[in-house]
């Protein structure tokens, strides 16, 4: 069984900043990739940055430069650091991990983290 955690989400003021954490735990093997996806209100739910097992990253256009997404040395958190929040950045975020565990490789999601970026 894996989880994955996110935390850090919450309300902030355009131009403001916010770090979201994903923990994950459980019994994996390994880890091939893990990544923050959004959801808006009536809209379907996007990519906003991944990272894979070599370091690799890849980030929507719309938050390249002002978004990072990095993990720690035991690759077991993810981060995304959010600077120059706009308010079209108002979603549900969601932490994923493409996970390998002894019955096999799988896609997991966290339960997600409202951020609001409103005045």
Same mark, same amino acid.
């Given at each position: 069984?894996?989880?994955?955690?996110?935390?850090?989400?919450?309300?902030?003021?355009?131009?403001? *900043?916010?770090?979201? #954490?994903?923990?994950? %735990?459980?019994?994996?093997? %390994? +880890?091939?990739? !893990?990544?923050?996806?959004?959801?808006?209100?009536?809209?379907?739910?996007?990519?906003?940055?991944?990272? +894979? #097992?070599?370091? #690799?990253?890849?980030?929507? $256009?719309?938050?390249?430069?002002?978004?990072?997404? *990095?993990? $720690? %040395?035991? &690759? +077991?958190?993810?981060?995304?650091? !959010?600077? %120059?929040? &706009?308010?079209?950045?108002?979603?549900?975020?969601?932490?994923?991990?493409? +996970?390998?565990?002894?019955?096999?490789?799988?896609?997991?999601?966290?339960?997600?983290?409202?951020?609001?970026?409103?005045?």
């Amino acid at each position: 069984q894996v989880q994955l955690v996110e935390s850090g989400g919450g309300l902030v003021q355009p131009g403001g *900043s916010l770090r979201l #954490s994903c923990a994950a %735990s459980g019994s994996m093997l %390994s +880890i091939y990739a !893990m990544g923050w996806y959004r959801q808006a209100p009536g809209k379907q739910r996007e990519l906003v940055a991944t990272i +894979i #097992s070599g370091g #690799s990253t890849n980030y929507a $256009d719309s938050v390249k430069g002002r978004f990072t997404i *990095s993990r $720690d %040395s035991a &690759k +077991i958190t993810l981060y995304l650091q !959010m600077n %120059s929040l &706009k308010p079209e950045d108002t979603a549900v975020y969601y932490c994923n991990g493409r +996970i390998a565990t002894a019955v096999g490789l799988s896609d997991y999601w966290g339960q997600g983290t409202q951020v609001t970026v409103s005045s």
